[in-house]
């Protein structure tokens, strides 16, 4: 947290270097998923009014951990190890827990649906991406696609996809965005911004 005379500031980053952890002989993995890193900024100030973090609900579940996972680690077995995933679960969970947290986010916003100006989803992979559109009922052009730049990053995957739509003029100050987001254990979440940067 660094101080200045605006207010308080935090540093988020996502980051991930999968060419460590894929096992390229497994086709299953090894071309789904992408090195990248992210990072946005978050300030405290007195006069946000209703922007900044509308709400944030995140939720784990070890039960399934055995279906997206890495099978090593220097706490496990000293070694690097290597990301292991069963796909169709994967896609049946990320779909059913991602709309479910959705739902509990904008509920807890006072929000619905229609409120919403851009999804930056997760990049995991297409299919996701069209069941989250279809389940908000948006138009595809309110919804942030990087997957086919960058892979599947993961903890990246939102940083970068709102760079991106930030920097080519989509989403602009004002606008709300939900944000979601699945990842190996499992742990899913999601959040509800009303955007802004300085100009």
């Known amino acids: 947290m660094l101080q200045s005379g605006r207010g308080r500031r935090a540093l988020v980053v996502g980051a991930e270097s999968f060419s460590k952890l894929l096992d390229w002989e497994d086709r299953t993995t090894c071309v789904l998923f992408g090195d990248g890193a992210g990072a946005v900024v978050l300030e405290l100030a007195d006069d946000a009014g209703d922007w900044g973090i509308r709400s944030s609900v995140l939720h784990s579940d070890g039960a399934y951990r055995d279906i997206l996972y890495v099978d090593g680690g220097p706490s496990s077995n000293a070694s690097v190890g290597h990301v292991r995933m069963e796909g169709k679960e994967v896609f049946r969970h990320a779909v059913e827990k991602l709309a479910s947290v959705m739902d509990e986010a904008l509920s807890a916003a006072n929000m619905q649906a229609h409120d919403i100006d851009w999804l930056v989803p997760h990049q995991a992979n297409v299919r996701i991406i069209d069941a989250m559109q279809k389940k908000m009922d948006l138009p595809s052009d309110r919804v942030v696609r990087t997957v086919e730049q960058h892979a599947n990053t ?3 995957s939102i940083p970068l996809a709102l760079s991106a739509a930030v920097d080519d003029g989509r989403i602009k100050n004002g606008d709300v965005l939900a ?21």
């Not at 944000?179 to 100009?199: D, Q, T, Y």
């Open 154 to 156: 993961s903890a990246a």
């Open 179 to 199: 944000m979601e987001a699945i990842g190996g254990g499992l742990v899913w979440g999601a959040a509800l911004v009303k955007f802004g940067r300085p100009s």
